[in-house]
């Protein structure tokens, strides 16, 4: 990998998304230049091109997905983190911006946090508050807890507080994930009834996963970015969720 494709990389891994104009005007050669890098940077799996556009690959991976639009992530993160009260007990679910989200928590807030993340907890490991991880059967690649044990587990632990990761969003169907058995632990957490907010950036609306999260009526809450489109942010409230916008400080 030569200096431009590792630049053409790292803006993708930032950015989440960039076009084949943008990467041809930062790097100042021609877009056919661009496209062979895309293609080459495509084949190694470092990257997925779409039509005029270059995005990371999915990954389970929670620190890989982390570095992209972690800024925004993180802003994300901050805002529910506002949303909890010293002394309260949360659960928080695998991703990303749930791992910055409890990584705030643990800076801020004298409070227990319940997960079923390895990667979460891992990451809390010296700070002073308590974490609680669920057990179960290990998924290596996104370091999370999965199965008939974990839904066990979750039923006899309690928290006022849910955030969750999701995959997609259509108005036909409401959240969807594209693991069945993590579907199935957050399934479990929607089952107690508590406040459950989707923490998520605005990339995942209008997509389409095979694994059914809710419905959605057990969902309270949607934190997600500007990005989201009016139409998206009406149907999201019509089906009786607050939604709130986090506007970023500095353009994604």
Known sequence: MNSRQQTILQMVI?????SVAELAKTTGVSEVTIRQDLNTLEKQSYLRRTHGFAVPLESDDVETRMMSNFTLKRELAQFAASLV????????????????LARTLAELKDITIITVSGYIAHLLKDTACEVILLGGIYQKKSESMVGPLTRQ???QVHFSKAFIG???WQPETGFTGRDMMRADVV???LEKGC???VLTDSSKFGALHSYTLGPINQFSRVITDEKLHPLLQAQLEQAGLIV???KTASPQ
Do not use: M, W
């Open 153 to 155: 587990y979750v039923q």
């Open 187 to 189: 399934n479990a957490v």
């Open 85 to 100: 009260n010293p002394g309260e007990t949360v659960f928080i679910e695998n991703g990303s911006s749930n791992a910055l």
């Open 14 to 18: 930032e950015k989440g998304r960039v």
């Open 195 to 197: 406040e459950a907010i």
């Open 166 to 168: 999701i995959d997609g």
């Open 244 to 246: 709130n916008i986090v």
